[in-house]
Nanobody, 115 residues
Framework: QVQLVESGGGLVQAGGSLRLSCAAS????????MGWFRQAPGKEREFVAS????????SYTDSVKGRFTISRDIAKNMVYLQMNNLEPEDTAVYYC????????WGQGTQVTVSS
């Protein structure tokens, strides 16, 4: 059974940084494009960033470009999201999944950015 476990969230002041981690189980991981998503209070879950399973190509939603960096360690089955220059608008629960969001969602990790 596929499991996705996110960690690394917390409370940080605006301008600060956090690094999120996602531990992914299952043989699907090596070949899958992986993504980070977030859901703010009262809003729908939205795409944040993705990384391909082959060449490691990345893509980002416009609001995080230049501030967030997605990476992966295939040997460790890990996906990371480095978040710099955080803004209060980044406050949300962050989740990882395949880019197509085709797997069961994990519990997510809460990121709170204070102004």
């Amino acid at each position: 059974q596929v499991q996705l476990v996110e960690s690394g969230g917390g409370l940080v002041q605006a301008g600060g940084s956090l690094r999120l981690s996602c531990a992914a189980s299952g043989r699907f991981f090596r070949a899958s494009d992986m993504g980070w998503f977030r859901q703010a209070p009262g809003k729908e879950r939205e795409f944040v960033a993705s990384i391909s399973g082959s060449r490691g190509s990345t893509s980002y939603t416009d609001s995080v470009k230049g501030r967030f960096t997605i990476s992966r360690d295939i040997a460790k089955n890990m996906v990371y999201l480095q978040m710099n220059n955080l803004e209060p608008e980044d406050t949300a629960v962050y989740y990882c999944n395949t880019k197509s969001a085709g797997e069961p969602w994990g519990q997510g990790t809460q990121v709170t950015v204070s102004s």
